[in-house]
């Protein structure tokens, strides 16, 4: 079964279109116009869209110029009267699909129908997660090409063990693309352990990740795997990897290459199997420039790189992203919306989103727990979009912020000087040299 945009300013047209494929088991999405259907592409992606050549307005080859632009995979199937065939051979020519003369033959209807859905399914133009096989990306929702393309290459990829080096602005979908990849690979029924490398107490990363034994510091009152070892034949995680500390890239750089891990104060190192994905929102060939991050780990991490876009640059998805969330959230919070209202959806899609995905998320729940009607009205998404700057800050922002904030106060007492800064914060220098690169910090200009 397929879904199928059918666009036709004659309702008697449309309507005969519509039980015919319904008859074959298909869903039909109607539009009486151009915009109308353009409307409709809003909230829905179909298979296939079947368009008259000729309408008031928005004629059928300016409305598929417009969905080609958005949806460059999407095939379209023209209707031409006798008269209009030159018209649609010219269309063919710009990339329409192929076009049905009419009047026309049911059995020729499907035959073009079928052949464009044969090409729809082998391109890829459905939605996520409803055909078998397609379960693997289910949580990742978009209709953006550009996402497409890096879902069919992450598809790809997951079928090696070779280790992948995600990047993306924060809130882009780095952890959901790293699960995706699981999904889609052999070690699938094997454990993922997602790390959040810059949440860990530096004086804790080596514990949490290579385990330790009991006994081996103060707190150590029983054995602790660590987390390479819990993803044993699966996969790890290893998100804002740029946070790891210069000491740990070592031991873990090791922990790569010998594939065995030694917890602490074990005496001897244990063999592991683990598939490396790892992720950062800045660049790690800059860090690795400015002497933060070592360049032979990040070789060994970096044997496939992906960059998720951020959500301005796949604005075909934001529609299809917030009426998810409106979904999901209404059950969450017990009410009873069908969608947005006028101009609503606008906003949405003009807006910046320096935030991106998780920025998004967090307005439309606003809307959705502010929300008395059953549409969201616009003034809501207004509101909900002038109050981010106000946003309260995640625990793991809140600490750096406060570290860096902190730091600078120390540099300032002491006039740069590292020794006396450091014996203020009670840090040894190559730790509290550390901190400083880690927040960009240079002693020097701070100097009286």
């Known amino acids: 079964m397929a879904r199928i945009l059918i666009v036709d300013d004659d309702p008697a047209l449309l309507r005969l279109l519509?039980?015919?494929?319904?008859?074959?088991?298909?869903?039909?999405?109607?539009?009486d116009s151009g915009a109308a259907a353009l409307a409709k592409l809003d909230l829905e992606l179909p298979n296939i869209m079947i368009t008259d050549?000729?309408?008031p307005g928005m004629d059928g080859l300016q409305l598929f110029e417009a969905v080609h632009r958005r949806f460059p995979l999407l095939p379209v199937l023209m209707l031409t009267a006798n008269g209009t065939i030159p018209d649609a051979v010219n269309?063919?020519?710009?990339?329409v699909f192929g076009y049905i003369t009419k009047p026309f033959e049911g059995v020729d209807l499907m035959r073009d129908v079928n052949r464009a859905l044969e090409v729809s399914a082998t391109l890829g133009a459905d939605m996520p997660g409803e055909d078998a096989g397609e379960s693997w990306r289910e949580a990742i929702i978009t209709r953006s090409p550009r996402m497409e393309k890096l879902l069919s290459e992450a598809r790809l990829i997951s079928q090696s063990d070779a280790s992948v080096l995600i990047h993306g602005e924060s809130g882009t979908g780095k952890e959901l693309l790293a699960r995706a990849l699981h999904s889609s690979s052999a070690r699938a029924n094997e454990p993922l352990v997602a790390v959040n490398c810059g949440a860990i107490p530096e004086n804790l990363v080596e514990s949490e990740l290579f385990g330790h034994v009991k006994g081996a510091f103060t707190g150590a009152v029983r054995d602790s795997v660590g987390?390479?070892?819990?993803?044993?034949?699966?996969t790890i995680f290893l998100d804002e990897i740029a946070d790891l500390p210069i000491a740990m890239q070592v031991k873990l750089l090791r922990v790569l290459q010998e594939?065995?891990?030694?917890?602490v104060g074990a005496a001897k190192p244990h063999k592991v199997d683990v598939r490396v994905i790892s992720a950062s929102n800045r660049k790690l060939e800059d860090e690795v420039a400015a002497g933060r991050f070592r360049e032979d780990l990040f070789y060994r991490l970096n044997v496939v790189g992906l960059t998720l876009p951020p959500l301005a640059d796949r604005r075909?998805?934001?529609?299809?992203?917030?009426?998810?969330?409106?979904?999901?959230?209404?059950?969450?919070?017990?009410?009873?919306?069908?969608?947005?209202?006028?101009?609503?959806?606008?906003?949405?899609?003009?807006?910046a989103w320096p935030g991106n995905v998780r920025q998004l998320q967090n307005v439309v729940e606003k809307c959705v727990v502010l929300c008395t009607g059953s549409l969201i009205p616009a003034s809501l998404v207004q509101s909900a979009l002038?109050?981010?700057?106000?946003e309260m800050l995640t625990l793991d922002d809140a600490r750096k912020e406060f570290e860096r904030d902190y730091l600078t106060q120390l540099l300032k007492i002491t006039n740069g000087n590292v020794a006396q800064a450091a014996k203020?914060?009670?840090?040894?220098r190559t730790d509290f040299y550390a901190l400083l690169a880690r927040h960009q910090l240079e002693s020097a200009s701070f100097k009286a």
């Open 18 to 31: 519509s039980l015919r494929l319904h008859y074959e088991g298909h869903t039909t999405i109607e539009a």
């Open 53 to 55: 050549l000729r309408m």
């Open 91 to 95: 269309a063919m020519q710009r990339g």
């Open 227 to 234: 987390m390479f070892t819990s993803a044993h034949r699966g």
């Open 259 to 263: 594939r065995e891990v030694r917890p």
């Open 316 to 351: 075909e998805d934001i529609a299809l992203l917030a009426h998810h969330f409106m979904r999901t959230l209404s059950q969450r919070y017990a009410k009873t919306l069908t969608g947005f209202a006028p101009g609503a959806l606008e906003q949405l899609s003009t807006a």
């Open 386 to 390: 002038s109050s981010q700057g106000a």
């Open 424 to 428: 203020l914060a009670r840090r040894n």
